[in-house]
C-alpha cells in the first residue's frame, strides 16, 4: 500500500475554490436537476449514476458558458449497458472545427516558438481566415466528408490549420512528427491513405537544422493514394520539390483562395470520425484508433474547462510533437476560449531553461509538460522559483509517465509553491484522461488527484472485485462519449474488442496497474503487460524507477523480468539497467546502494538479481521508455516495429548480454 501522507503539498484557498469553474458547474448541476452535490466526491457520484444528465450539462456549458455549437437533439444515450457499443447524442449535429474557431477578434490564438530561432503569432481573426483559405483549398482538391489529411508536420501554426481546415469538411485528420523515419510514417499513413499530406521541409532540435525533405520524397512515393503534397516552409529559404510528387508550397497551394472570408462548416452527426490516432506500436504495426468529433469535443471541454479551470483568455502550453496525443488534447483548448501556447525543439534549449523562459515572456497559465522532464530539470539543478517570475502560472500538467513523489516535491520546493500539480493519465486510446487534477481539491505527494468526471473509473483484482489502498487493474465500467468509434481496418470489431475488453466482459481495461488511496486519489505504477512477477507477486515498474532514480549517479534506468532460468524458466528474475552520469561506471559500490536503497524503501522481492549499465534507455517517439521491446531483445525476440522507437539503436546495449546468462 503507498504511504499515506500527513498532509497535502498544496491546498485550493476558499478564493479560488469559489472561483473555479467546476464549482459553478456543480452550483448549476444542483439548480438544474434539483440535486445535492456538496462536494467533488458527490459530484463525481452523480455525473457516473447519472451520465445523461452530466454530458447534458456540459454539452450546455452549465455554469461556465461556451457550451457546444450544435444542435443537441434529444436523445442522449442509447444502449447504454453496451461497452462497445453505447451510442451517444444519436440525434446531434456539430463541427469540430466550429466549436474552435469561435472568436474573429484580435486576441492572440496561437503563439508559437520554435527554439530561439523563430517566434510568430496568430489572431483568432487571423486563424479563422488561414483555415478558411486551406479548406477551400482542400475542397478544390477534392476532399470530402470522411477523406483523410495527414501531417508529417512540427508542432507549427500551420499544422493546426490544417486540421481545422480538414474537420471544418469533415475529413478526417492524421498526424506523425517529422523525427519518425520513413517506414514510421508508412506504417501509419500507409494504413490510412491519405488524400492530401501536408509536410515540413525541416526543423530545429538541440541548435541543430534537420532536413526532412529528402524523406518526404520516399514517403510520397510509396502512398499511392496521396493526390497532393503541401509544403510548409520552417527551416529553408529555397526549395526544390523537384522530387516530390505532388508538391507545392504552402502559400501557393492557398493563394488562389486569399478572397475568401468564410467557412462553411459542415454539420454531422456526434459520432462522425475527426482522429485517426496510432498506437505506439512497439510490438507490431500500429493499431489506427478512430475517435469522433462529439466525443473529443465533449470531454476536452470538460477536462479543460472543469478539470483545468481553463477560463477564456488563459494562455495554456503543453510540450509535445504533433505525434502524441497531447497535441489534439492541447489544440482543444481553443473550444475553451484560450490562447495556444505552442513549441516545437528540444525542451532544454536555451541554457536548459526555454520553456520557463517562455512561461514568463507570454505570461503561461497553464504549463504541460512529462515527468521525465521534471526529473531531468531536478537532475540539472534548474530552480526556477530563484531565476523566473512564473507569477501567471496557475497549474502544472504531467503525463507520459508516473511522476513520482520525489517529482511532486521538487515542483513546490523548487518551480511555484502555489500551484496546482496534476499528474495526469489517459491515453491515445481515449485521446484524453481517465485520471487528473482538479482546481478544488488537494495535491498529496506522489498522487494523481481523481477520477475524471463522468468516467466510472475503479481499481479491480484479478477476479473483478474493486479494491481499496491494494495494486490492481485500472477499468472503466461504464460508457463515456470519447471512447474510439473503433479501429481503421477492423470491420467485425475484433482486434477493438481485444483492446480493452477481453479482460473483463463489457468492461474497458485499460492496462494500468494502479491503487485508489485513502484520499481518493490514484497511483500508477506501470503498464500491466509490464508488471513484475517474480514469485507470483506482480510488482509495478515504477516502484523500482522511484526508488533508483533517487541516486545522484543514476540518470535513467529501466527493468524487465528475466524468464529463470533461461533453459527451462519456472519463474522470472528482475533485471535493472542503468544509464549513469556521463563519465561514470557501474561499480560493486553503486550496485550495493542501488539494491540497499530500492530494499530500504520498497520489499526484498523488489530488489533487482542483476544490476547492469547500458549507455542509453530506448524510447517511443512521446518519450515514454520501451520495457516490453527490451524484454523482447533480452529473450532473443524479434521487435518488430523499431521505427516507432525515437532511438532503435539504444537496443544493441541489451542483446546477447554475457552476465544474462548467469
Excluded at 515540413?200 to 493514394?225: A, F, M, N, R
Excluded at 526529473?375 to 502544472?396: I, S
Aim: with cysteine; aromatic share 10%; charged share 25%.
Amino acid at each position: 500500500m503507498y504511504p499515506t501522507e500527513q498532509k497535502p503539498l498544496w491546498t485550493p484557498s476558499p478564493e479560488r475554490i469559489a472561483a473555479a469553474s467546476v464549482t459553478a458547474f456543480r452550483l448549476a448541476a444542483e439548480r438544474r436537476w434539483g440535486v445535492a452535490l456538496p462536494d467533488y466526491e458527490a459530484l463525481h457520484a452523480w455525473s457516473v449514476a447519472q451520465p445523461e444528465q452530466f454530458w447534458t450539462s456540459v454539452w450546455e456549458g452549465d455554469g461556465v458558458g461556451g457550451g457546444v455549437i450544435g444542435t443537441r437533439g434529444e436523445r442522449v444515450l442509447v444502449d447504454g449497458h453496451r461497452m462497445p457499443g453505447a451510442k451517444w447524442f444519436p440525434d446531434a449535429r456539430l463541427n469540430f472545427a466550429q466549436n474552435l474557431l469561435r472568436s474573429r477578434d484580435a486576441r492572440d490564438a496561437i503563439v508559437f516558438w520554435g527554439e530561439e530561432r523563430v517566434k510568430n503569432r496568430m489572431s483568432h481573426g487571423e486563424l479563422y481566415r488561414a483555415v478558411a483559405h486551406f479548406a477551400a483549398a482542400l475542397k478544390e482538391q477534392g476532399v470530402v466528408a470522411g477523406d483523410r489529411v495527414a501531417a508529417y508536420m512540427p508542432n507549427l501554426p500551420e499544422t493546426v490549420v490544417a486540421m481545422l481546415a480538414a474537420a471544418s469538411l469533415g475529413a478526417i485528420f492524421t498526424s506523425a512528427s517529422p523525427d519518425f523515419g520513413v517506414q514510421g510514417v508508412l506504417d501509419r499513413f500507409g494504413q490510412t491513405e491519405p488524400k492530401v499530406l501536408v509536410a515540413c521541409d525541416g526543423y530545429y532540435y538541440g541548435g541543430k537544422t534537420v532536413d526532412v525533405l529528402g524523406k518526404l520524397g520516399e514517403i510520397v512515393g510509396q502512398l499511392p493514394s496521396v493526390k497532393r503534397v503541401v509544403v510548409v516552409p520552417y527551416v529553408h529559404r529555397e526549395h526544390d520539390l523537384s522530387h516530390v510528387p505532388h508538391a507545392r508550397l504552402y502559400a501557393d497551394f492557398v493563394a488562389p483562395f486569399h478572397f475568401v472570408d468564410d467557412i462553411e462548416f459542415a454539420q454531422l452527426p456526434f459520432d462522425h470520425p475527426l482522429y485517426i490516432m496510432y498506437s505506439s506500436g512497439t510490438t507490431g504495426v500500429p493499431k489506427c484508433i478512430v475517435h469522433c468529433a462529439g466525443g473529443a469535443l465533449l470531454q476536452h471541454l470538460k477536462e479543460h474547462k472543469l478539470h483545468g479551470d481553463v477560463k477564456p483568455g488563459d494562455r495554456v502550453f503543453y510540450f509535445t510533437t504533433c505525434g502524441w496525443m497531447m497535441w489534439n488534447w492541447l489544440v482543444s483548448a481553443l473550444a475553451a476560449e484560450a490562447t495556444l501556447l505552442l513549441y516545437d525543439g528540444s525542451p532544454f534549449a536555451g541554457d536548459n531553461r526555454i520553456l520557463f523562459d517562455y512561461a514568463d515572456a507570454e505570461h503561461m497559465t497553464h504549463f504541460g509538460t512529462s515527468a521525465k522532464f521534471l526529473d531531468a530539470a531536478a537532475k540539472f539543478g534548474l530552480k526556477p522559483r530563484e531565476t523566473h517570475r512564473l507569477d501567471t502560472v496557475r497549474a502544472m500538467m504531467s503525463t507520459g509517465s508516473p511522476l513520482v513523489p520525489e517529482g511532486f516535491d521538487y515542483v513546490y520546493r523548487d518551480i511555484k509553491a502555489d500551484l496546482q500539480l496534476s499528474s495526469i493519465s489517459g491515453g491515445t486510446d481515449i485521446i484524453s484522461c481517465f485520471v487528473l487534477g482538479s482546481p478544488v481539491l488537494p495535491v498529496w505527494r506522489g498522487e494523481i488527484q481523481c477520477r475524471g468526471l463522468g468516467m466510472a473509473v475503479d481499481v479491480w483484482d484479478d477476479d473483478g472485485k474493486p479494491v481499496r489502498g491494494e495494486k490492481g487493474e485500472l477499468v472503466c465500467s461504464k460508457p463515456f462519449p470519447v471512447m474510439p468509434i473503433g479501429f481503421w481496418n477492423d470491420a467485425d470489431g475484433s482486434k477493438y474488442h481485444a483492446a480493452y475488453f477481453d479482460r473483463f466482459d463489457n468492461v474497458w481495461c485499460h492496462g494500468d496497474f494502479c491503487e485508489i488511496t485513502a484520499h481518493g486519489g490514484l497511483v500508477i505504477y506501470g503498464r500491466s503487460d509490464a508488471t513484475l512477477n517474480p514469485g507470483g507477486v506482480r510488482i509495478g515498474t515504477a516502484e523500482i524507477y522511484r526508488q533508483v532514480e533517487k541516486l545522484h549517479e543514476v540518470v535513467e534506468s529501466l527493468v524487465i523480468g528475466q524468464d529463470w532460468p533461461p533453459q527451462n524458466p519456472s519463474d522470472v528474475r528482475v533485471v535493472l539497467f542503468v544509464k549513469l552520469r556521463e563519465g561514470l561506471a557501474l561499480d560493486d559500490e553503486l550496485v550495493r546502494r542501488i539494491r540497499q536503497t530500492i530494499r530500504d524503501n520498497t520489499t526484498p522481492r523488489h530488489v533487482p538479481a542483476k544490476v547492469l549499465q547500458v549507455a542509453d534507455i530506448p524510447r517511443t517517439k512521446s518519450g515514454k521508455i520501451v520495457e516490453l521491446a527490451v524484454r523482447n531483445v533480452v529473450h532473443g525476440r524479434a521487435v518488430k516495429n523499431q521505427e516507432a522507437l525515437a532511438n532503435p539503436e539504444a537496443l544493441a546495449h541489451f542483446r546477447d548480454r554475457a552476465e544474462l546468462q548467469g
